[in-house]
């Protein structure tokens, strides 16, 4: 099993910027694949970016994000600019195995709040 706990979350006003982390424990060697996904209120589940040995960015993102990645403390962040109201959710980390399981793993979620 793998833990994600994340931080930074918050309240910001439109065109703020906002940092958030996720630590990730336990067997960490199995983990691939660690990114960032949200969920508005009434809507489903999105990315917004990952980091393997690639990076991938949701179209929303519009450069206004940067994903990164500490592999030797097995963090992954994302920061956010220029906010928007739209950019407001629960911000969930996310965790992929490599081969053989490709389990997913998830953390509990940190609402932003972008609102003026």
């Known amino acids: 099993q793998v833990e994600l706990v994340e931080s930074g979350g918050g309240s910001v006003q439109p065109g703020q910027s906002l940092r958030l982390s996720c630590a990730a424990s336990?067997?960490?060697?199995?983990?691939?694949?660690m990114g960032w996904y949200r969920q508005a209120p009434g809507k489903e589940r999105e990315l917004v970016a990952t980091?393997?040995?690639?990076?991938d960015y949701a179209p929303f993102v519009k450069g206004r994000f940067t994903i990164s990645r500490d592999y030797t403390k097995n963090t992954v962040d994302l920061e956010m600019n220029n906010l928007e109201p739209g950019d407001t959710a629960v911000y969930y980390c996310?965790?992929?195995?490599?081969?053989?399981?490709?389990?997913?793993?998830w953390g509990r979620g940190i609402q932003v709040t972008v609102s003026s």
């Open positions: 980091r393997s040995s690639y990076t």
């Open positions: 336990g067997k960490v060697l199995s983990v691939n694949v």
């Open positions: 996310y965790a992929k195995n490599g081969f053989p399981d490709f389990m997913v793993f």
